[in-house]
T-cell receptor, first 113, second 113 residues
Framework: KAGVTQTPRYLIKTRGQQVTLSCSPISGHRSVSWYQQTPGQGLQFLFEYFSETQRNKGNFPGRFSGRQFSNSRSEMNVSTLELGDSALYLC????????????FGPGTRLTVL | GENVEQHPSTLSVQEGDSAVIKCTYSDSASNYFPWYKQELGKRPQLIIDIRSNVGEKKDQRIAVTLNKTAKHFSLHITETQPEDSAVYFCAASIGGGADGLTFGKGTHLIIQP
């Protein structure tokens, strides 16, 4: 079974721009979660989608948004980029939600200049 | 929300010795506790997880223990090998909830030859 894939793997943007990241979950997995990883804050939960519905959102500003499509693929968008948004953005998929095991993708490394 | 504390932040052990990493959590409703290993430049990989109805789980050289009363859980690696060198993250979540995984800050495990 193919693993979680994310595109693009690397991105360089400038302040004020917006960016869209994509995540394709493992086949058959219906839940996708997004995390931000930085050296200072570690791994922080952004949001989780299940059956095209956002289940919950972490403590991030409204500039961070996402969506999920009927094939379970998910996108996250960050508008009006700030320098502090530079991070590794990881998505994780699992069959359901809650206690099911989450499998991570390779991440998208976003650099904001 | 949930808060997970992880110690130590860096752990150096001699090859062949054991390593123990400890985590505490704050929300007594949490009932799923995975451990992830992340090598430099790679995605977090699940190495073991435990659910609250189990006190201990073992998989070859890796074991996890959970003390729900004290709200702490630990990762034990025996007979450490050079390939065990990585950053290890503990996490906690409320099963069936939608808050995603709350991660500890990570432990950089260094195996000295």
């Amino acid at each position: 079974k193919a693993g979680v894939t994310q595109t693009p793997r690397y991105l360089i943007k400038t302040r004020g721009q917006q960016v869209t990241l994509s995540c394709s979950p493992i086949s058959g997995h219906r839940s996708v979660s997004w995390y931000q990883q930085t050296p200072g804050q570690g791994l922080q939960f952004l949001f989780e989608y299940f059956s095209e519905t956002q289940r919950n959102k972490g403590n991030f500003p409204g500039r961070f948004s996402g969506r999920q499509f009927s094939n379970s693929r998910s996108e996250m968008n960050v508008s009006t980029l700030e320098l502090g948004d530079s991070a590794l953005y990881l998505c994780a998929s699992n069959r359901l939600i809650g206690t099911d095991t989450q499998y991570f993708g390779p991440g998208t490394r976003l650099t904001v200049l | 929300g949930e808060n997970v504390e992880q110690h130590p932040s860096t752990l150096s052990v001699q090859e062949g010795d054991s390593a123990v990493i400890k985590c505490t959590y704050s929300d007594s409703a949490s009932n799923y506790f995975p451990w992830y290993k992340q090598e430099l430049g790679k995605r977090p990989q699940l190495i073991i997880d435990i659910r609250s109805n189990v006190g201990e789980k073992k998989d070859q050289r890796i074991a996890v223990t959970l003390n729900k009363t004290a709200k702490h859980f630990s990762l034990h690696i025996t007979e450490t090998q050079p390939e065990d060198s990585a950053v290890y993250f503990c996490a906690a979540s409320i099963g069936g909830g939608a808050d995603g995984l709350t991660f500890g800050k990570g432990t950089h495990l260094i195996i000295q030859p």
